[in-house]
């Protein structure tokens, strides 16, 4: 069983790919952000950690859980709590990851194991993942993406992927580039090609 590891910027359709994969091979496909939710449920000890935090008001919503969208507006105010949650998210999410990657790889069920991040290069994945892909698409592709399906801005859409990791540093890191930019066949094309090899 092959580990991959998935990132990109914004818009460039990771989830279009991450479908095709699940739709096309015998494969299992993990989204960190997922991960990280069920890891920062109430009750537990990520769930603790996070909202001991010294948060400049309580993030903890009515229903008892981490109102993740104000979490995520003070993270992003706030350099210090921003490093205080990955250093208590990112090593619990990658210890869960690395868990389900060796039950896949005792059971012999899937051929590949797709983890899908935005910052896995920043958060070293590199070193765990047999390979890492990047997806591609070009910056007038994820513009358009953006407006239609996030209802984004051409000012908003820049300053997110300024404040991204460059098309060159993804490139300089990534075992694969998979160029998103065309229609979803293109796409499978590309992904039947390498899987095939």
């Known amino acids: 069983m092959k580990f991959i590891g998935i990132t990109g910027g914004i818009g460039a359709g990771k989830s279009t790919v991450l479908s095709l994969l699940k739709e096309n ?17 109430a009750g537990t000890q990520c769930f603790e950690a ?21 979490m995520a507006k003070l993270m992003f105010a706030d350099d210090s709590l921003r490093e205080a949650v990955n250093g208590i998210v990112h090593p619990a999410v990658e210890k869960e990851v690395l868990n389900q990657v060796e039950t896949e790889r005792k059971s012999h ?22 390979e890492m892909w990047y997806i591609y698409a070009t910056e007038d592709v994820r513009t358009k993406r953006l407006m239609q399906s996030r ?15 460059s098309d060159a540093s993804f490139r300089e890191h990534a075992d694969r580039i998979i160029d998103n ?9 590309q992904l039947k090609t390498i899987l095939s090899e």
């Open 25 to 41: 091979f015998n494969c299992k496909v993990l989204l960190a952000d997922e991960v990280a939710a069920t890891l920062m449920q």
């Open 109 to 130: 069920n899937i051929e590949y194991f797709f983890f899908e991040a935005a910052l896995l290069i920043e958060c070293g994945y590199g070193k765990l993942v047999d």
């Open 181 to 189: 930019s065309g229609n979803e066949e293109e796409t499978l094309c």
């Open 151 to 165: 209802g984004y801005d051409i000012e908003r859409i820049k300053n997110t992927i300024m404040s991204q990791r």
């Open 50 to 70: 996070v909202v001991g935090l010294p948060w400049p008001e309580s993030i903890v919503g009515a229903d008892g859980q981490i109102n993740r969208p104000l």
